[in-house]
């Protein structure tokens, strides 16, 4: 189960230059209404799919609370559960009672997660077909090894900044892909901080999510 784990890009600076001036405009605007967004969503809840490189998929429940709070609720096919609490991720596996953390920082939801993050360092927006939806690649050139977050947006009004979150493709320093899509995302709904807790299996071999 470990390899369900989650598995951020500037553009340089020669092809900035050949962009023509309304282009990076609408960029920089792109941008900021993205940052808008995820300063502006303290919570949400959706379903989610998620597909490995192989193909294979597993769905669940999102919880999600800002700041850097998440949690990945895995369905009956995988006993398996992933949470954020704001400073690190941890990955708890029930049927081997092996748990897994590693710092938000150094993962590619950072870039979801701490929306202080200032996308015009790390972020390059990635050109659509469609002018209603948005799509920013995000990435630390200088720690390749956090991997890399191709978030997608969708123009919706009443959503946060106008925004809702579509769905994500993370590629780990290993090059393994990680793709989720999102449906039925309520924002702003109240959420409690105990839902970011969990049981240590290690302690109870019977480990119960």
């Known amino acids: 189960m470990l390899k369900y784990a989650l598995a951020l890009a500037a553009a340089p600076v020669a092809l900035l230059a050949s962009i023509p001036a309304t282009a990076q405009q609408s960029s920089t605007a792109s941008l900021d209404q993205i940052s808008a967004h995820l300063r502006a969503m303290t919570t949400m809840t959706a379903d989610f799919t998620q597909t490995d490189r192989s193909g294979q998929t597993l769905s669940g429940k ?33 049927d ?23 996308l015009s360092k790390y972020g390059k927006m990635i050109p659509t077909r469609n002018p209603d939806v948005l799509s920013v690649e995000v990435r630390d050139p200088k720690r390749p090894e956090y991997g890399v977050i191709t978030m997608v947006f969708i123009k919706t009004p009443g959503a946060p ?12 320093s290993k090059n393994n892909r990680t793709t989720i899509r999102l449906s039925d995302q309520k924002f702003g709904v109240p959420v409690a901080n105990r839902t970011f807790n969990w049981t240590d299996p290690r302690k109870n071999r019977r480990g119960r999510r």
């Open 62 to 94: 999102l919880t999600l609370k800002q700041p850097g709070r998440i949690r990945f609720q895995y369905g009956k096919e995988a006993n398996l559960l992933i949470v954020g609490n704001g400073k690190s991720l941890t990955m708890i596996d029930y």
């Open 96 to 118: 081997v009672n092996q748990v897994q953390r590693w710092p938000i920082r150094n993962s590619p939801l950072g870039a979801l997660l701490n929306p202080e993050r200032d």
């Open 161 to 172: 900044a106008g925004l809702r979150l579509d769905g994500w493709v993370s590629v780990d």
